[in-house]
């Protein structure tokens, strides 16, 4: 089945630290990932869809200058977490679907990553 | 108005046996699709099934089944014979037509399924 990578799974950092997390397709070629944050015991949130191309189209209250992201290519979307703090720590989970993104296809999860900002 | 509920916070179910976990869902989309995924405690979500709005027949997948009532709105999953294995979060998700031109996931707040020996 469709394989998504993502990297790292864990990051311990002190605040302040601008923090990268990759998320890749490694055999399908992606037109849309999806960021989601996930607090403990919570449910998925999602942040953001990113499309290859363009710009990243953010869910109302997440903010744009904190979360960047870069889709620059089908298989490689990036979120940059800057100047990290403790509210940010969380965990963050990347999705991917190819193809059209039709209603039939499932989005495929990365491993997720789990950050903690000291 | 939440698009998804999953009225279970945890279920408890004997080894071996069957388990239903309950979804509602919200649209005034004709198309959609719902989904559900398995989270362990390990953190990745697992793609369990899939049922599209257009589908008769109640999709199935090996011990998992989806018992869609779509005059209900409801999605619900069946586990048979349930495995230790089995113990996780599950996600039950809808995905429609966001009008943007991709198709954003919504998740209910999930299911703790307990298996017990």
């Known amino acids: 089945g469709a394989v998504v990578s993502q990297h790292p799974s864990w990051v311990i950092c002190k605040s302040g630290t601008s923090v990268k997390i990759e998320c890749r397709s490694l055999?399908?070629?992606?037109?849309?990932m999806f960021w989601y944050r996930q607090f403990p015991k919570q449910s998925l949130m999602l942040m953001a869809t990113?499309?290859?191309?363009?710009?990243?189209?953010?869910e109302q209250g997440v903010e744009k200058d904190k979360f960047l992201i870069n889709h620059a290519s089908l298989t490689l979307s990036t979120l940059t977490v800057t100047s990290a703090h403790p509210e940010d720590s969380s965990f963050y989970i990347c999705?991917?679907?190819?193809?059209?993104?039709?209603?039939?296809?499932?989005?495929?999860f990365g491993d997720g990553t789990r950050l903690s900002i000291l | 108005a939440q698009k998804i509920t999953q009225t279970q916070p945890g279920m408890f179910v004997q080894e071996k046996e069957a388990v239903t976990l309950d979804c509602t869902y919200d649209?005034?989309?004709?198309?959609?699709?719902l989904f559900w995924y398995k989270q362990p405690s390990s953190g990745e979500m697992i793609f369990l099934i899939y049922q599209g709005s257009y589908d008769e027949q109640n999709a199935t997948e090996g011990r998992y089944s989806l018992n869609f009532q779509k005059a209900r709105k409801s999605a619900n999953l069946v586990i048979s014979a349930s495995q230790l294995g089995d113990s996780a979060m599950y996600f039950c998700a809808m995905r429609e037509d966001s009008g943007a031109g991709s198709y954003q996931l919504t998740f209910g707040k999930g299911t703790k399924l307990s298996v017990i020996p």
């Open positions: 999705s991917a679907s190819g193809g059209q993104g039709l209603p039939n296809q499932p989005q495929h």
């Open positions: 055999d399908f070629q992606a037109t849309t």
């Open positions: 990113s499309n290859e191309g363009s710009k990243a189209t953010y």
């Open positions: 649209t005034s989309d004709q198309s959609y699709g």
